[in-house]
């Protein structure tokens, strides 16, 4: 079983940044994928930023040129430096992790962009 646990979210201002943190843990063997994901009330959860067990990255068109995921292999940690962060912006953000066994998800972590 795989773990996943977010931080890193809270309040800021338009314009701000924040790091998000994913730090996995369990039984983890390889991974095919890692990704951050939102959702805002009212509405569908969304891809914002994944990353390959290939380093191969992509982005939501909303987010290119802000935010940009990178990961720590030696610390089974993935991270979302989130910059220039907006009002629609403001949602939980989940952290996904992909193997051959299915998928996991993080508790999440709440941003809020506000002035």
């Known amino acids: 079983q795989v773990q996943l646990v977010e931080s890193g979210g809270g309040l800021v201002q338009p314009g701000g940044s924040l790091r998000l943190s994913c730090a996995a843990s369990g039984s983890i063997f390889s991974f095919a994928f890692m990704g951050w994901y939102r959702q805002a009330p009212g509405k569908q959860r969304e891809l914002v930023a994944g990353i390959t067990s290939g380093d191969s990255t992509n982005y939501a068109a909303s987010v290119k040129g802000r935010f940009t995921i990178s990961r720590d292999n030696a610390k089974n940690t993935v991270y979302l430096q989130m910059n220039s962060l907006k009002p629609e912006d403001t949602a939980v953000y989940y952290c996904?992790?992909?193997?051959?066994?299915?998928?996991?998800w993080g508790q999440g972590t709440q941003v809020t962009v506000s002035s």
């Open positions: 996904k992790l992909a193997d051959v066994y299915g998928d996991y």
